[in-house]
Nanobody
Framework: QVQLVESGGGLVQAGGSLRLSCAAS????????VGWFRQAPGKEREFVAA?????????SYTDSVKGRFTISRDNAKSTAYLQMNSLKPEDAAVYYC????????????????WGQGTQVTVSS
């Protein structure tokens, strides 16, 4: 079992930055791939970014955040991060981190463990 707790959300103006954190507890965090997803009101939860578990972690991003968002992890701290720059109003959503055993994935159904989410609001 892995417990995940997100933090770092808030209100930011368009063009601003936020860094989300995902603190993990339970199993050995380094053995799990981590993903970030987001859900805006009235929309389905969508993939944002993922990072693999291995050293030299590979990363993947949805097209709309490439070049603006960066996913990273610190296994010693059992924490993953999502640095979000140049935020746009369409980035506003509840952001969730998730973890899965094995390779990283962009599919929501592949992830076994989820945090409770953190709200990101972007004013125009």
């Amino acid at each position: 079992q892995v417990q995940l707790v997100e933090s770092g959300g808030g209100l930011v103006q368009a063009g601003g930055s936020l860094r989300l954190s995902c603190a993990a507890s339970g199993r050995t965090f380094g053995n799990y791939a981590v993903g970030w997803f987001r859900q805006a009101p009235g929309k389905e939860r969508e993939f944002v970014a993922a990072i693999s578990w291995m050293l030299g972690s590979s990363t993947s991003y949805t097209d709309s955040v490439k070049g603006r968002f960066t996913i990273s992890r610190d296994n010693a701290k059992s924490t993953a991060y999502l640095q979000m720059n140049s935020l746009k109003p369409e980035d506003a959503a509840v952001y969730y981190c998730a973890a899965k055993w094995g390779p990283a994935s962009g599919r929501r159904r592949d992830f076994d463990y989820w945090g409770q989410g953190t709200q990101v609001t972007v004013s125009s």
